[in-house]
């Protein structure tokens, strides 16, 4: 997909995008039809188009990436699965044998060759451009729960650029709207964002350029939301997702590049120096995310399509169209994850653990210990120190299947033995910690135990039905009238 609009004309034309033409308001009204649209089951969780927002001429789009399949759409693929398989594709460093293994793999690597972005003189986000009185108050930014601190943009890519070395980062930060020329930028401490900030504060408290892309490629919005290792650069994994390079154009009033089929772009700075009063706002987590001091951005520009589309999301309890972002980051982080560690069969980080509350993985156990030593390698790994509660289960068990986790989680533990807690970072938003951004980590060894593990008494057999009368009944089962 092109373009925010591309990809709504794709939805609509699916069946998979609904246009709401009556009046509604930017304040709780869309947020709630949002949030009782992304809970619907089925053919009634659609994209929403809101034509008619009270006191703007802009339309707002909203739950554009609120399922499996139009998260699939966002990136090109049929499923989610697919992008796993791509990405164990990139990953395989083996020598292919026939000339037609050869080949494939040389596609592979042309694939990486070609997500290089592309930087253009001319952008559909600067057909219109605002420099000598930028403002925001011509955007339709929601308030989304009626205790939030304030109107948030909610669905941006943030980007930033490292002081020493240039390097590029893409983030999605929520940011509030203190008046019509400041937001409060909400880059947590462990993000990419929150590093940079640093990074200028040390070189004598610099002000650091900054620019907030609105819409654009889809998987450039997506990209913005994963959680990439350091040095990888967004825009380039934008551009390996969607098989070609992202266009890129530079800003009017600083050098940072954007992309270039944005619908908005916000230019500015934050001075590292400076903290306002950021929140309490209605997270992903279900509940409010308290007040804190936060860096401040300062709007120097707003450059914009001539007739552009407020692209939003809503979080809050789950599940939400977040939700599927991080199913997407889920699949394409799980070859990496399989490449470091061999042993992990799959990996489920379901809604109702709200990414960082709870990972499930299966693992081929093969030694003493081995549920722990996949528990502390997880933990070990990028952004997955956040994770509170790991649960690893045997090769057999369906991750996906809460139901068979939880008999599995709580059938085949002994507290004593099976349950590691130990210390360590954790997510800005988890209110339950000992402290902020610190607390206590829960392993479950769910496996099942065996003479590897030397228990204290015989492990049983799990009941099974032998293969002749299932098929047997399978074969029969019309004639049982059932």
């Known amino acids: ?79 989610l699965d697919e992008l796993a398989e791509r990405v164990a594709k990139l990953l395989d460093l083996r020598m292919p044998g026939t000339f037609a293994e050869k080949l494939a793999k040389l596609g592979t690597l042309f694939d990486v060759v070609r997500a290089g972005p592309r930087r253009v003189t001319q952008a559909p986000c600067q057909e219109v451009v605002e420099t000598q009185h930028p403002s925001l108050a011509a955007l339709p930014v929601l308030r989304c729960w009626p205790g939030d601190g304030g109107r948030y943009i909610t669905l941006p890519g943030v980007f930033t650029r490292d002081p020493r070395t240039g390097a590029r980062n893409v983030g999605m930060y929520r940011l509030q709207v203190f008046d019509d020329r400041t937001l409060g930028m909400h880059w947590q401490t462990h993000k990419g964002g929150a590093e940079h900030e640093r990074v200028a504060l040390e070189a004598a408290g610099q002000r650091m350029p900054v620019a907030i892309a609105l819409g654009g490629d889809p998987a450039m919005i997506y990209a913005a939301s994963a959680p990439l290792p350091p040095g990888v650069d967004e825009v380039v994994f934008a551009g390996w997702l969607r098989g070609q390079g992202v266009e890129l154009v530079r800003c009017v009033t600083n050098d940072l590049d954007v ?129 509170k509660t790991i649960v690893v289960v045997s090769e057999h068990v369906n991750v996906h299947d809460l139901s068979e986790v939880a008999w599995r989680a709580t059938g085949n533990i002994d507290p004593k033995r099976d349950l590691v807690l130990l210390e360590g970072p954790m997510d800005d938003l988890d209110h339950a910690a000992l402290r902020h951004r610190f607390g206590g980590k829960l392993g479950v060894d769910a496996t099942e135990k065996g003479p590897l593990d030397d228990v204290g008494q015989p492990w049983p057999e799990e009941i099974r039905m032998s293969e002749e009368i299932r098929a047997l009944v399978a074969r029969r089962w019309k004639d049982y009238g059932l």
């Open 259 to 387: 992309p270039a089929q944005a619908e908005i772009v916000l230019e500015g700075w934050v001075d590292p120096r400076e903290r306002r009063l950021e929140g309490p706002f209605g997270d992903h987590t279900g509940y409010y995310s308290l007040a804190r001091e936060y860096p401040v951005f300062h709007l120097t520009a707003v450059t914009r399509r001539a007739r552009p589309i407020y692209p939003t999301t809503i979080v809050g309890r789950p599940p939400q169209e977040d939700y599927w972002l991080g199913k997407a980051t889920e699949r394409l982080f799980l070859p990496i994850i399989r490449m470091m560690l061999p042993e992990v069969v799959d990996m489920n980080m379901p809604a109702e653990g709200i990414f960082h509350n709870l990972v499930i993985v299966s693992i081929r156990k093969r030694y003493p210990g081995h549920a722990r030593k996949v528990m502390s390698a997880l933990w070990g790994l990028g952004l997955m120190m956040l994770a």
């Open 1 to 79: 997909m092109r373009d925010l609009r591309e990809f709504a004309a794709h939805l609509e034309r699916a069946g998979r995008l609904r246009r709401v033409g009556v009046p509604v308001s930017r304040d709780l009204e869309i947020a709630e039809i949002a949030d009782r649209v992304s809970k619907s089951a089925g053919e009634r969780n659609v994209a929403l188009l809101f034509e008619r927002v009270d006191g703007f001429d802009m339309p707002v789009l909203v739950n554009a990436f609120g399922a499996a399949d139009r998260m699939a759409a966002a990136l090109g693929v049929t499923r």
